[in-house]
């Protein structure tokens, strides 16, 4: 059975930080991309960034850049996302999703497994 499972959200004020983690299982974690989405109230679903297990491959909306990192440990199939320099905009749940490789990284319909969403929530 195919599992993704999302975790480390919470509130943290302007400026702050939270690294969420996706523990993946159930499929061949080096064989897929493992892509961050968020969702805030009343939007649509829009990709936050990507990484590719098999080569490492990162990428970033323009949003996150140069406050968000993503990273992937292959051995824990666990892909994080670091988030520093926190916004209010930056408030949503958000999804780790699984994709085979070399689809377009930031469409949600691109991506075949979902894990349950976590909330993270910032305060001005």
């Known amino acids: 059975e195919v599992q993704l499972q999302a975790s480390g959200g919470g509130l943290v004020q302007a400026g702050g930080s939270l690294r969420l983690s996706c523990a993946a299982s159930g499929f061949t974690f080096d064989d897929y991309a493992i892509g961050w989405f968020r969702q805030a109230p009343g939007k649509e679903r829009e990709g936050v960034s990507c990484?590719?297990?098999?080569?490492?491959?990162?990428y970033y909306a323009d949003s996150v850049k140069g406050r968000f990192t993503i990273s992937s440990d292959n051995a824990k199939n666990t892909v994080y996302l670091q988030m520093n320099s926190l916004k209010p905009e930056d408030t949503a749940v958000y999804y780790c999703?699984?994709?085979?490789?070399?689809?377009?990284?930031?469409?949600?319909?691109?991506?075949?497994?979902w894990g349950q969403g976590t909330l993270v929530t910032v305060s001005s």
């Open positions: 999703a699984a994709s085979p490789p070399h689809r377009t990284w930031s469409d949600p319909y691109e991506f075949d497994y």
């Open positions: 990484i590719s297990s098999s080569d490492g491959s990162t």
